[in-house]
């Protein structure tokens, strides 16, 4: 079965107490994203370690019940730090980052992390082609540079879109770019 691909920058979630920190006003919307109610904001921020920074790192909202910084190992290394690879949320143990914004900066104790491979997809698509949460499926790649992706986890939301997200790292090295699809050739 053929899966839109969409290519993960680094970028931030926010909570509530962070966005009034950082910016002293509420988010804005910059443009719509895939995922239903997800959107691209026109805040940006710079993360930051004791070892480097990165500037204007994309906020994504809404607003959620916690502040989440997804990089790729590429960035980890510029950043000296070395982030579990992780589904969104899962924060526990995860690496220490500061975020700064033009009216403040937050550190976070835990919180960034490189997001694990995933496929998003609502649960009557889930249903119809018989995955269940968190399952892990191999999604083959048809560049000059393809190859299997393994361990892509279903990621099923009552409005999910179906689309695969990788990151940075992952698309340079399949050469995948904007637009393609992959194809998901087994599960476990």
Known sequence: MKVNIGISNRHVHLNK????????SELTKLRDLVQLGQYACNEVVTIKTSKGEINNVRVLG?????????????DAYKLGLNPPVRTSGDLKGSESI?????????TIEEGCIIANRHIHMNQETAHELGYINDQRVSV??????G???ENVHIKITDDGVLEMHID?????AFLVEKGMTGEIIDGD
């Open 168 to 172: 940075t790292d992952d698309a340079n």
């Open 98 to 106: 500061t975020i700064i914004g033009p009216k403040g900066e937050v």
């Open 17 to 24: 107490e962070h966005v009034a920190i950082l910016f002293g």
């Open 140 to 145: 083959k790649i048809d560049t000059i540079k």
């Open 147 to 149: 190859g299997i992706l």
């Open 62 to 74: 809404p607003v959620r019940n916690y502040t989440q910084v997804e990089i790729s190992k590429t």
